[in-house]
């Protein structure tokens, strides 16, 4: 069993940074893509970013390619969101993700099975 918990978010004036940590408990860390995801209000929940098992790959949401850093340190069982030139847009509940074991690197939020709790991002104009 997995759990995930967020940290990092907070209020910050648009053009700033931001670094996003994901702590995660369980032994199977290393076998899991791991994703963050983002929902604003009235909105539903988006993908934002992911990054494979073994930090070969990365995948990004057309609104985070070249603002957004996903990473991982698989020692640290952490994943981390680094986030600059932030939006008013960029508002909302963080979340960060673990998928199935082995499963491929994707933004489907239903190939994720396990979720933190959120960590608030607000970004004022």
């Known amino acids: 069993q997995a759990q995930l918990v967020e940290s990092g978010g907070g209020l910050v004036q648009a053009g700033g940074s931001l670094r996003l940590s994901c702590a995660a408990s369980g032994p199977t860390f290393s076998y899991r893509a791991m994703g963050w995801f983002r929902q604003a209000p009235g909105k539903e929940r988006e993908f934002v970013a992911a990054?494979?098992?073994?930090?070969?790959?990365?995948l990004y949401a057309e609104s985070a390619k070249g603002r957004f850093t996903i990473s991982r340190d698989n020692d640290k069982n952490t994943v981390y969101l680094q986030m600059n030139s932030l939006k008013p847009e960029d508002t909302g509940v963080y979340y960060c993700?673990?998928?199935?074991?082995?499963?491929?690197?994707?933004?489907?939020?239903?190939?994720?099975?396990?979720w933190g709790q959120g960590t608030q991002v607000t970004v004022s104009s």
């Open positions: 990054v494979s098992r073994s930090v070969g790959s990365t």
């Open positions: 993700a673990a998928a199935f074991p082995y499963s491929p690197l994707t933004g489907t939020p239903s190939t994720y099975n396990y």
